[in-house]
């Protein structure tokens, strides 16, 4: 894996006193590195991603869940290779 960042926000919307719904919207790195014997490849890939969750809450018990989409937005890859007497 390569180290990345994510970016981004989530609103809070009380549906009832126990249900919210949190609607979010994140611009999120993803990536990794190969390696072999002459070979080394680094793919960067970032993704708008954007979740719907729905919460359920009480004063003991806190849960939630719910679909999310990630759409592609650009992506580089990097491949380095080495020729050993050739």
Do not use: E, I
């Given at each position: 894996p390569?180290?990345?960042a994510q970016i981004g926000m989530v609103a809070e919307i009380d549906l009832s006193k126990q249900w919210l719904f949190q609607p979010g919207l994140f611009?999120?790195?993803r990536g990794y590195r190969w390696r072999t014997p002459g070979n080394r490849s680094d793919t960067r890939l970032?993704?708008?991603t954007i979740p719907a969750t729905?919460?359920?809450?009480?004063?003991?018990f806190y849960a939630?869940?719910?679909p999310y989409a990630g759409i592609g937005l650009m992506g580089t890859q990097?491949?380095?290779?080495?020729?050993h007497g050739g």
């Open positions: 390569l180290p990345s611009l999120s790195g970032y993704y708008l729905v919460m359920f809450r009480n004063k003991t939630g869940a719910g990097v491949d380095r290779y080495t020729s």
